[in-house]
């Protein structure tokens, strides 16, 4: 108990950060109990209703509940970006693992291909491959996925690299550990720290790639509640039914300041590099 | 550390700026209905919606956007209530067989480039429009065409009662044949006798000039710029601010913006569209059963989509032509008005039942799951196909909305890849709906009619079909166009959404802007400055 409240003392702005961020998560897994109304279905005869005690965000198009479909809307981003981002890790970690520690002909095969991705400007060859895989939240994460690995297997290699010929390792080499050992318990938990600081300062980034490219309509179909779905729909009514862009847009920019403050502050916690 | 906790004020400055940043952003685009600029004398803009990827007449559809833009002309055009007028031929006649159309074609016309009209060179471009566009033997098919000095004869194999309004179709568009030799149509444009001549035309600009040889009076503009702006809030938005002086087809949410405004000027009028999604019943779909067609059909609120949701700018659906045309709308009977109880129980009798109790009802273990292909350049669009998605989970079914770009469209739609698929279609596009009806739902017999990729197939319509294509008396005609229409409601052939009214509006700085039910017109040599 000392030592936690010692480590807030400490981390006096992490720890801020990550109660907002408990909150949203906690919003995203408990979104079906805190909708005031149906997210889903809508009584079309009350469509575009400003805001009012009974909608505190108004109504859409459909005559849906806009505070309703935001709130749903947390679970259905935050559910894929978490997803993406683990994905990510876990593809950058196998990837850069195995051409960092390996070398040779593994890695000139790898890294070529990180080349050949990274050589792509990300968001326009992830619309396309969104585009030709049609539009769905399981192509979205996978286009998004096919063009982000690169710079994590890149980063982890590097890493892998400068571990490789450290005393420790080659000392359990001469001991005759077998490698997946090695890798499991020598070179992961060394490399660990500064992948999941990366992968908490993209979580933002992310959240406003799936968000783009769900507005250009190759992300989430409808009716899915997705922010940058419910933007597009709103766009139509700019003019008219501003809240209906306003909401879900505020939505995006609260959450991913959030997440972005928290990863930066993070990094600070745990980058030995910083001390 | 220090720079660190620089580094974090500066990114909480930088996101307090975005935030400021798009504020301003909304709240200019708010201001923007006042800014509306005079229109210049010289030159005309125009926010227009266009498909096309060329200004060949014979490519697809794109000899709509020739006419529209006030190039190209064709032998007759549709005045306001639809009726054939004449325009490069200034008057026709048939024999008394009915087999032998003559057409007198204006002495006085010239092309842009300055070459006389003849009637050779309007044989030329008909026979030219046959050779290169299979949709041409959809409208007739002929046994010769031939030039009698300043007369056109055309020998059609059967009688054909449209065959003037046939000619209206931009298909038909006359060009100037003699002109091709050195000149690329589809990428020059085409030359024609219209009132403007192409200057540029990319896909997204075109750039029309003054015709120094229009035959029908002065040309009132030196230039006419045409921005394709295809999603209609922008199109909404150049208007406001003055970058075009005419828009068209504003959307039912933008409208409002415009109505009682004094320093813009609306035209609208019910069209000749209709807003329609086909049902896929080829053998082994799960709509080839006509019980849950008509579930489908009778599941969907269409009074509210348009009443309410499109704020009454689209005319409730229930039969294929418009009530603007009159074709017995209010006589025919829909057995597939809005009812959910009936739908469900029409489910039930099919075999369809929910039993794992997820919502969407299964049959054989297959779920009640239907893929509804739309594309979004027309607003409504997708507004039909999300409250359709709405209305039919409550009965069990689970539509999935599939938005693919308007390009694609047609060519799903004749391959049948789809189980709904949602189309904006004009009616009457020869005058009366006689192509309309055969195209979408006569019997595709190895794609001899391949607009009918949906499979359905009904003996007594196309019978009732061929009695109409020999028919020229016009009452009896309006009663086999009611038949017909009666056999499709009854076979639930197809969902009706909604009758657009369409509109262009236009800033006050221009006068003489006007929307013809039939959408082939809108750069006419009647737009002027106004005084």
Known sequence: MEKKMEFIRQHRLFTFYTVLVLLIVLVALFAPYLTPQDPMEGNMKNVLQTPSSEHLLGTDKLGRDTLSRIIAGTQVSLFMTICLVVLLAVVGLLVGIASGYFGGKVEMVLMRFADMMLAFPGVVLAIAIAGILGGSVVNTILALLVVGWAKYARLVRSLVIKLRHNDFILAAQVNGTRTRDILWRHVLPNILPMVVITGAMDIGTMMMEIAGLSFLGFGAQPPTPEWGLMLNEGRQYIQTAPWLMIYPGLAIFIVVAIFNLWGDSLRDVLDPRQE | ?531
């Open chain 2, 1 to 531: 550390m220090k720079s660190i906790q620089m580094k974090k004020l500066w990114k909480m400055i930088s996101a307090g700026l975005a935030g400021v940043l798009a504020a301003g952003m909304i709240a200019g685009c708010g201001g923007g209905g006042d800014t509306a600029k005079g229109g210049d004398a010289k030159v005309l803009k125009v926010g227009v919606t266009n498909f096309a990827d060329t200004l060949e007449p014979t490519q697809n559809f794109f000899g709509w956007v020739v006419m529209r833009y006030g190039l190209g002309e064709c032998l007759t055009k549709f005045d306001e209530k639809m009726n054939v007028q004449p325009w490069l031929a200034e008057k026709w006649e048939v024999s008394d067989d009915k087999l032998t159309w003559t057409f007198k074609i204006r002495d006085n016309v010239k092309f842009s480039n300055g070459d006389a009209l003849t009637a050779d060179i309007v044989k030329a471009s008909i026979e030219r429009a046959f050779q290169k566009n299979s949709r041409a033997a959809t409208f007739f098919e002929y046994d010769e065409i031939r030039a009698e000095g300043q007369n056109l004869v055309i020998r059609t194999k059967k009688p054909l009662p449209g065959m003037p309004g046939f000619l209206a179709d931009p298909l038909f568009i006359i060009v100037d044949t003699a002109a091709e030799n050195g000149r690329d149509f589809s990428k020059e444009g085409p030359i024609c006798t219209g009132p403007y001549e192409v200057e540029s035309f990319v896909k997204e600009r075109a750039v029309m000039k003054k015709n120094p040889n229009y035959w029908d009076g002065e040309v009132p503009y030196e230039k006419v710029e045409i921005p394709s702006i295809d999603d209609p809030n922008t199109r909404a938005m150049s208007l406001q601010s003055g970058d075009v002086d005419v828009a068209v087809n504003i959307a039912a949410g933008d409208i409002d913006l415009f109505k009682g405004n004094n320093k813009f000027h609306i035209d609208e009028i019910s069209s000749l569209r209709t807003v329609l999604a086909r049902l896929n019943q080829a053998p082994g779909r799960i709509l080839s059963d006509p019980k849950v067609r008509a579930a489908l059909i009778c599941g969907c609120d269409r009074e509210t989509y348009n009443n309410v949701l499109l704020k009454g700018t689209f005319i409730p659906g229930k039969a294929p032509v418009p009530p603007s045309l009159d074709y017995g709308f209010d006589q025919l009977k829909d057995p597939n008005a809005y009812n959910p109880e009936r739908a469900a129980k029409l489910l039930d009798e099919a075999g369809w039942k929910d039993t794992d109790g997820d919502g969407i009802r299964e049959k054989d273990g297959k779920k009640l799951q239907l893929d509804f292909v739309v594309y979004n350049s027309r607003a409504e669009l997708p507004l039909y196909a999300e409250a359709a998605q709405s209305d039919l989970k409550k009965l069990g079914f689970d539509i999935k909305i599939n938005t693919v770009d308007y390009n694609l469209v047609d060519g799903m739609g004749i391959k049948g890849e789809y189980d709904l698929l949602i189309s904006n279609i004009t009616t009457a596009n020869t005058g009366d709906p006689e192509v309309f009806l055969r195209w979408y739902w006569k019997t595709n017999v190895n794609g001899d009619n391949p607009q009918n990729g949906s499979g359905y197939s009904n003996a007594k319509f196309d019978e009732t079909m061929e009695k109409l294509s020999v028919e020229f008396d016009k009452d009896k005609r309006r009663a086999l166009i009611i038949e017909l229409q009666q056999i499709l409601l009854d076979d639930g052939a197809a969902l009706f959404f909604g009758y657009p009214q369409t509109n262009i509006v236009n800033s006050v700085s221009v006068a003489g802007v006007k929307m013809l039910p039939s959408d082939y017109y809108w750069i006419t040599k009647d737009i002027k400055p106004a005084k």
